[in-house]
């Protein structure tokens, strides 16, 4: 299982990484969006749409109906939202499986793990985490079960979105780029230092659990 972590700092650039996943999945793939609301799960399936030939506009939450299709060009898109998920009896009449098995179709599920059992087993699971400002934080696994097309992706990935991939090892704690400098380390930079100690002096950080005889400040 093959892991990339890509960091976009707009909804601009979230809608970007859909776009460019479109031309990078293959019919019948099914991508399987996690993430807090207003994380930016129908911003990457806006993005995902465009680049399946789909206005985006067309595209929103489908939370009241739990899925909708979309057909483009040359391949449509089936996008579910099992946000209001509780239950089988919330998924009767609804034949997801059937609709993102029909030929030339690429499917995009938010909140999927809602759907238990009835989960795709095989797809590309995106988890999505907001970050500071319009930061975010994707992190793409891809399941499909074969190592060469789970290289493939990755490898794209790393193409399109060079200076966006988050590199392997340990990254700063404030802008999450990798240390550079064995003076500043863990942070990447003097800034970041600076920015770090600032938030301490801010009380932005508070100890989760009493201090240790042996960690208390000298006087």
């Not at 809608?15 to 996690?34: K, N, P, T």
């Not at 009241?64 to 040359?74: K, L, T, W």
């Not at 793990?113 to 970050?131: F, K, N, Q, V």
Request: glycine fraction near 8%; charged fraction near 30%.
């Amino acid at each position: 299982m093959s892991v990339v972590v890509l960091i976009t700092r707009s909804a601009e650039e979230t809608e970007s990484l859909g776009a460019s996943l479109a031309s990078l999945v293959r019919d019948g793939d099914v991508i399987l969006l996690e993430g807090d609301l207003g994380a930016g799960k129908t911003c990457l399936v806006r993005g995902l749409a465009v680049g399946l030939g789909i206005p985006a506009e067309s595209v929103s939450s489908p939370s009241f109906v739990i899925a909708q299709r979309y057909d483009g060009p040359s391949r449509s898109l089936v996008h579910a939202d099992a946000y209001r998920v509780d239950g089988p009896d919330r998924l009767a009449g609804i034949d997801l499986d059937e609709m993102l098995g029909e030929p030339r179709t690429v499917g995009a599920i938010e909140w999927a793990s809602r759907l238990g059992d009835r989960r795709p087993a095989r797809s590309i699971e995106c988890r999505i985490r907001s970050e500071d400002g319009d930061r975010r934080r994707l992190e793409i696994r891809d399941r499909r079960g074969d190592a060469r097309e789970a290289a493939r992706l990755a490898d794209a990935l790393r193409t399109l979105f060079g200076a966006a991939v988050e590199p392997d090892g340990p990254t700063c704690p404030i802008c999450r780029a990798r240390p550079s400098a064995p003076a500043t380390t863990p942070f990447c930079s003097e800034r970041c230092r600076l920015a770090d100690l600032s938030r301490w002096m801010r009380g932005a950080y508070l100890i989760s659990r009493p201090l240790e005889p042996e960690e208390e400040p000298l006087n």
